[in-house]
């Protein structure tokens, strides 16, 4: 499967773990990585330190800081500091993330996935740049949004889609055959402590991502796999039951700015609605770990 990845990398850990995976998965034929919100230059070479790690060279671009209107809110990329411990790429082509996903779109049209696992400035000025795109991509799948049940009560405003909420509301707005968002309201089911993920992710081609990883360990001692479990849908959609439906995003100025909202439907908008976690292990690791098969199970196990 032809992949484009827009990505945030260097803030939460999660997506230099879906990077990772992306790059394990031999199903997967990853065309090109684009980054997004503060410090987009030290995004690109954290990602390149990932790539280079697993012997690989993807073309990255350095991508949109700023939010099409709202202030920034995520203005440094937390996990660059430990570029000097890495071996990455120095120089990258500014002022063209735009129009290589453009001409790469383009290129294959309708054989890529666009997944979008960060705030939505890049996705969105890309559709404004040019509206026939969205019409030429095999789909786009996204950690976008908080739809349903009780983490909609607890969180109302999800990171990725309040970081831009006016980009946001453009990128739901275009239609296309397969506009799927993957939110926190199922992302937040397939969590695991630090230790846990140590003990069973040891390949040794993820060497930045512990660097990286130790910066996040600051903050949290969890990881949540928000971008991972949408990175797997494309190649396991059955890891999720998604639902039609409209998908909406606040605009009006104050605290509810860039909440999402889903009512069921017949609209082109899909959500994620449950996910079965232990598959969702099981199948994750097998990408990293040879000859066992029972990942998810036994960390399925473990915490009853």
């Known amino acids: ?47 390149s330190a990932i790539c280079k790690a697993f012997g690989r060279e993807v073309p ?4 949109v800081e700023r939010p099409l209107i709202i202030d920034p809110q995520q203005p440094k990329a937390q996990q660059a500091q430990m570029l000097p411990e890495l071996d990455y790429d120095k120089a990258f ?36 740049m040019d509206p026939e795109l969205p019409s030429l991509l095999k789909g786009l799948v996204m950690m976008c949004g908080v739809f349903t049940g009780e983490q909609q009560q607890e969180t109302p405003l999800e990171w990725n889609a309040k970081l831009d909420p006016h980009a946001t509301a453009i990128v739901y707005g275009q239609k296309m055959d397969m506009h799927r968002s993957i939110g926190l309201d199922v992302t937040m089911q397939v969590r695991m402590d630090i230790a846990d993920f140590c003990r069973f992710f040891k390949d040794p081609r993820l060497g930045p991502v512990d660097k990286m990883l130790d910066v996040w360990a600051r903050e949290s001692r969890v990881i949540t796999f928000h971008d991972p479990l949408a990175a797997a849908t494309l190649f396991m959609p059955d890891l999720c039951t998604f639902k039609q439906g409209t998908v909406s995003v606040d605009l009006q100025a104050g605290e509810t700015l860039g909440k999402t909202s889903w009512q069921p439907g017949t609209d082109w908008h899909q959500i994620a609605v449950n996910v079965n976690s232990a598959l969702f292990f099981d199948h994750f690791f097998r990408f990293f770990k040879k000859g066992d098969d029972d990942i998810g199970s036994e960390y399925e196990t473990k915490k009853q």
Do not use: W
């Not at 499967?1 to 998965?25: E, F, N, P, R």
């Not at 290589?100 to 696992?117: C, G, H, K, M, S």
């Open 93 to 128: 082509v500014q002022n063209h993330a735009l129009v290589f996903l453009q001409d790469t779109i383009r290129r294959y049209p309708n054989e890529i996935v666009l997944l979008a696992i960060g705030p939505l400035t890049n996705i969105a000025l890309l559709f404004a």
């Open 60 to 63: 990255i671009y350095p991508g």
């Open 1 to 47: 499967m032809k992949v484009l990845l827009d990505t945030d990398i260097g803030s939460d850990i999660d997506d230099a773990i879906c990077l990772s995976y992306l790059l394990a998965h031999p199903g997967c034929d990853l065309l090109g990585i684009t980054t997004v919100t503060g410090q987009a230059l030290k995004r690109c070479q954290l990602a």
